[in-house]
């Protein structure tokens, strides 16, 4: 270990800091990093700067001969040249050699050998590489030592910006990825998600290219080894239904389907932590203990315990684990081929089915569109639910035009003979002001009847608007709500709301008819 060297990077003169485990982590960032303090729960709790989320706009790929025509380009990814890339990596690897020490840590993404990539993690920040120790699936001593050189680089020097007159920059902040360089460098945000989804980008370019299909979503598996996928947009349910103690948790947000099943990309798991309790997310709540990292969270100065209900700092609070403190997890985190796959929806307009169950071709339309909706009064001026679609449940990570990954989803659902589900938590009786909230304790029923396998047995009547199977029948749900009509007092005010949904869905897949085939286009409502 002695002889590890960084040279090859120009990286000359600072102490290199390489695998550290969490104790000496702790201490390094307890000692010279501002912000980081030791909470009650054991847990270490860090600042991560101006910047507490994700920075899309400022995310670039280097447009090369090798790549151009694979990727997907627009206000997703946006384009640099070679040229941008060296000065910004220039910028950056001047910034680490200002520096008294360097963090490195080696790990893998993916936890499939056959598919995994070895990734290399440069930062100034000891959060940085604890954060990252628990995202990446960590190398067992024997590893570590026949770890060689890397497939992908980060060289993270997020404390330093960048110079915004550069060419092809937006602000002081750039998150720049060369798939031919096999590097990725960050500059002006000290979020650590950015490293996390960088790593998601990398293997959502290089997955499809070997037929394998990468997947923003959750997944567990039952005791005989019944595997279901959990794809949702924020304020579905994503996470609390796919934390299941009943069932084993392979990965809480981003995996890989194979020819032989699927693989968690990540070693750990990274947590929203608004109004966290014991109470709403046991599993969570649990997991926040020594080894942990709390980003961004406010804490009692004398007690260090903390108010996850306090955002003044930002609403995205986060917690980073391993998945090992997840008492129920499957490690390694592989499982068979899925039996079901389960698209979350909150449908605040009360239009969709609390469950529906979609051919082939509906699948792949409803996970390029990837709907939602946002409930009135949550943001100035709204006043009735408004729409939101994100492409595969996961468009900012994309690399791929989204057909290219919802084709795979369609051939993977046909060759393992995989259910697909449309699951509605949103409104019921009308939309939201008019109707209520589905019964959680319905939707967890339903569920559990897609996991026996029962609900997949029962007849289905077919929506005349969207085309998808309802079942007539749910144990321990009423079969008077399974049909959302029949929920609504006024049929009139029904038929108008399902038609201006339709009709939203249908003009926010304009945007994607070009890339998809008739089949997909075809499997969206009809007004």
Not at 154 to 183: C, H, Q, W
Not at 315 to 339: D, L, W
Not at 490 to 510: G, I, Q, S, W
Request: glycine fraction near 8%; hydrophobic fraction near 35%; charge should be negative.
């Amino acid at each position: 270990m002695t002889d590890f060297t960084l040279e090859q990077y120009g990286i000359k003169g600072p102490e290199i800091i390489r695998n550290a485990v969490p104790t000496v982590l702790y201490e390094y960032a307890l000692k010279y990093e501002r912000g980081s303090y030791l909470t009650s729960s054991g847990a270490l709790t860090v600042r991560s700067g101006a910047k507490t989320g994700r920075s899309p706009k400022d995310k670039r790929i280097v447009d090369h001969p090798d790549s151009t025509n694979d990727i997907w380009w627009g206000s997703i990814n946006m384009k640099i040249d070679e040229h941008t890339f060296d000065i910004n990596r220039e910028r950056a690897i001047d910034y680490l050699n200002t520096r008294d020490r360097v963090y490195v840590f080696d790990g893998y993404g993916g936890w499939d050998p056959q598919y995994q990539i070895k990734v290399r993690v440069i930062t100034t920040r000891a959060y940085h590489a604890f954060f990252m120790y628990n995202m990446l699936v960590r190398p067992t001593p024997e590893q570590l030592a026949e770890f060689g050189e890397p497939d992908y680089v980060i060289f993270n020097s997020g404390e330093f910006p960048a110079n915004r007159y550069t060419t092809y920059m937006s602000s002081k902040t750039s998150v720049d990825l060369s798939f031919e360089r096999g590097e990725f460098v960050i500059l002006g945000t000290e979020y650590a998600g950015e490293m996390k989804k960088g790593i998601f980008t990398i293997m959502n370019y290089l997955m499809p290219k070997q037929g394998v299909l990468s997947m923003h979503c959750s997944a567990n598996e039952g005791d005989d080894g019944d595997v279901a996928l959990f794809f949702g947009l924020s304020g579905t349910g994503k996470t609390t239904l796919s934390a299941d103690l009943n069932r084993k948790l392979i990965g809480d947000d981003e995996h890989c389907w194979t020819a032989d099943g699927i693989f968690n990309i990540e070693g750990g798991c990274y947590a929203k932590c608004i109004d966290l309790s014991p109470e709403k997310e046991p599993v969570i709540y649990s997991a926040i203990r020594y080894g942990s990292i709390l980003e961004n969270v406010v804490f009692d100065p004398h007690t260090r315990e903390v108010d996850y209900a306090d955002v003044s700092i930002t609403q995205n609070t986060r917690a980073s684990y391993p998945i090992e403190f997840v008492p129920n997890a499957k490690i390694p985190c592989m499982a068979g081929h899925p039996r079901n796959i389960i698209f979350l929806t909150c449908d605040a307009f009360g239009v969709l089915p609390p469950v529906s169950k979609l051919t082939p071709e509906q699948a792949m339309y409803h996970f390029i569109s990837g709907y939602t909706a946002k409930v009135a009064g949550t943001e100035v001026g709204i006043t009735e639910p408004e729409a939101t679609f994100s492409a595969c449940f996961g468009a900012a990570f994309l690399v791929w035009h989204p057909s290219k990954y919802a084709e795979l989803l369609a051939q993977k659902m046909r060759e393992h003979n995989t259910n697909a589900w449309l699951v509605n938590t949103g409104w019921t009786g009308g939309g939201y002001g008019t109707g209520s909230r589905m019964s959680l304790k319905h939707t967890r029923a339903i569920i559990d009847a897609i996991h026996s396998g029962e609900l997949a047995q029962v007849n289905t009547q077919e929506d005349p608007v969207f085309g998808l199977h309802i079942p007539t029948e749910c144990p321990h749900v009423p079969a008077e709500i399974l049909n959302p009509k029949n929920t609504w007092e006024d049929k009139a005010a029904y038929d108008a709301a399902a038609k201006r949904l339709a009709n939203l869905f249908n003009e926010n897949f304009e945007t994607y008819k070009a890339g998809s085939s008739e089949a997909i286009i075809n499997a969206g409502p009809k007004v």
